[in-house]
């Protein structure tokens, strides 16, 4: 089919290749004949039965009036035929460019969908290709990100003498210390292992998940981390009631220094790089939820409160891949997300 419409000229209604050798139709003959036919009658008639036999000139004598009434009633008919041979040529000539049009348009029809079919494959891999970019770029800034330095270990010592996270495993519970009266509660709670603690942040996958429960019941032991993981969860269930899930959102890793920043006290400008939360409907629906719900908006400037506590004392033992880890927790997602919509990194 495809070869016949190539081998066949087509054209596309504008003008016709064959109509300068077209000639005179069917219509156009009809219509030469009766007029003949007609002026033949009416050359008969005058010649032979329009004179009056008693005076042979009569027939030359005649009033301008009625000569011209004689013209029209000879002409008229011709007339008549000739306008309606040139309608039926006219008829003609649109039917054959309709089909030559019609012809046109499914010609370029098939020829498009030849042309999608054998390029149909290209788009999904172009968009593949993208994909594979994006993701290893988005690998090669995390993992830019997380060995950018590394924290000398004498600094893993709290400031405060209370350690809030450890590296060292966890210890059993068999293992007591002797401490003097007056000892203050959080020196009585052990040192979370960071990897607990980073896990504890990151709550349970699913119900399955026993070294997330895990992590979760040793930091709920630990005041301060408890503290932050009940604000956390707190929040969270707050934004699922309007949809918003943190493994929904991608947000843009921010260098272990600008954390340390945070940590230190900087706010504002110096720290924008934390709101990296793209997502356009997460931020509205948050931001509309601040407005109109005190429930939420306590409860987000509560979680963003202790957030800030633990992280600065977190951060004063913990090393830049650590900090990278804790980044991507659910807790540190939403703390980019609220800390956005309040205007933290403003």
């Avoid at 509660?185 to 607990?196: G, H, K, T």
């Avoid at 932050?228 to 949809?243: F, K, N, P, R, W």
Wanted: charged residues 25%; glycine residues 6%.
């Amino acid at each position: 089919m495809s070869d016949e419409r190539q081998d066949t000229p087509i054209g596309l209604g504008v003008s016709d290749p064959n109509g300068a050798q077209r000639g005179l139709g069917p219509g156009e003959l009809v219509a030469l004949a009766l007029s003949l036919v007609w002026l033949l009658g009416c050359l008969v008639f005058f010649l032979f039965l329009g004179n009056d036999g008693d005076n042979p000139d009569s027939g030359l004598k005649v009033a301008p009036l009625r000569l011209v009434m004689t013209a029209m009633a000879v002409f008229m008919p011709v007339a008549i035929i000739w306008v309606a041979a040139v309608a039926m040529r006219s008829a003609r000539i649109m039917r054959e460019e309709s089909a030559r049009l019609q012809a046109a348009i499914d010609a370029m029809r098939h020829s498009y969908l030849m042309q999608q079919q054998s390029s149909g494959a290209k788009p999904s891999q172009v968009e593949r290709k993208l994909d594979e970019i994006a993701q290893a770029q988005k690998q090669t800034e995390s993992a830019i990100a997380t060995f950018t330095s590394v924290r000398p270990a004498t600094a893993r010592a709290l400031s405060t003498g209370a350690a809030l996270v450890s590296d060292a495993p966890a210890e059993d519970a068999d293992d007591q210390v002797l401490l003097p009266l007056g000892t203050p509660v959080e020196a009585l709670s052990q040192p979370l292992p960071m990897a607990d603690f980073i896990r504890a942040l990151h709550f349970p996958e699913n119900a399955e998940d026993a070294e997330g429960f895990r992590a979760l019941r040793r930091a709920l032991q630990n005041r301060q981390v408890a503290g932050l993981v009940q604000a956390a969860q707190d929040v969270l269930t707050l934004l699922s009631q309007d949809g918003i899930y943190m493994d929904d959102l991608h947000p843009d890793m921010a260098r272990p220094e600008i954390w340390r920043k945070f940590a230190e006290g900087a706010r504002g400008r110096a720290v924008a790089a934390l709101g990296g939360v793209r997502d356009r409907s997460s931020l509205a629906l948050s931001a509309g939820r601040m407005r109109k719900d005190p429930i939420f908006r306590d409860a987000a400037h509560h979680f963003l409160r202790k957030f800030d506590q633990v992280f600065s004392a977190f951060e004063k033992g913990a090393s830049d891949q650590d900090i990278a880890a804790m980044a991507e927790t659910r807790t540190a997602r939403a703390f980019m997300l609220l800390g956005r919509v309040t205007g933290t990194f403003d």
